[in-house]
DNA sequence: ATCGTTAATCGTAGATAAACGATATTGGAG
DNA sequence: CTCCAATATCGTTTATCTACGATTAACGAT
């Protein structure tokens, strides 16, 4: 995708198509992040419980624990949730300010 | 992921995840559709232009027309916007209520 | 009837995602 | 120090996405 070699006068009459792209990339990225059914109800359950063991949230989705750390990892790498180790269990809660991007940006739509 | 085969009592003391599961996936699939920056600035054309010929769109992005035909395809899947044929061209527009749908749900989150 | 334009579909290649089991890693208990 | 429980990571398999060029289908106009 991001080559852009196709298409597009270059640069002639639009000032430029590039800006709305970054806006774009950084929204997709956010809604990618729960794209995913099992990612929705993990945001969902970090918002009712307010914090979360993974553990809890293993037992909570119908998935294997290797495949549930992975989709937390998404969510982080995304950042709309952050782990904070806690002794041998890691706790995981939302990150406010990226959820709230999140829903700017959709709302804005 | 639909197999469900791990994990969870089955089927004793909660009433059944599937109700929330469903609203997950309804979510999931919907963010999906935007989860691409491509189909982001479809629709944000769409939305700036309330219609728009298929060329239009392919002009507007970086990438093959067949590459725009799929993610118009997909969007149209998702339900969020539908396309008309108007002789050799195809206007394709919005879906209002989709896109509130998806703004509902991701505002209620 | 044929031609040119527009858009969808086909076929393919490469990248990424999703899921799992198995294996490491970490930290607390004993 | 050793063991156990909780997570993360690895390696693999299968499926899906993304992108492209080429082809097909649909329509208007000549």
Not at 20 to 39: C, I, S, T, Y
Not at 64 to 72: C, D, F, G, R, Y
Not at 74 to 99: M, S, T
Request: glycine share 4%.
């Amino acid at each position: 995708m991001a080559t852009r070699k196709h298409k597009q006068p270059v640069c002639d009459d639009k000032p430029v198509p590039l800006p709305a792209d970054e806006a774009a990339e950084r929204l997709a990225r956010l809604a990618w992040g729960v794209a995913h059914p099992a990612r929705v109800r993990i945001v969902r359950l970090l918002l009712q419980r307010d914090s979360c063991v993974c553990g809890e949230i293993v037992d909570n989705l119908p998935l294997a624990q290797s495949t549930v750390s992975q989709h937390l990892k998404i969510l982080k790498e995304v950042g709309l949730i952050q782990g904070e180790v806690d002794g041998p269990k890691v706790c995981y809660c939302i990150n406010p300010a990226k959820l709230q991007e999140l829903k700017t940006l959709i709302a804005r739509f």
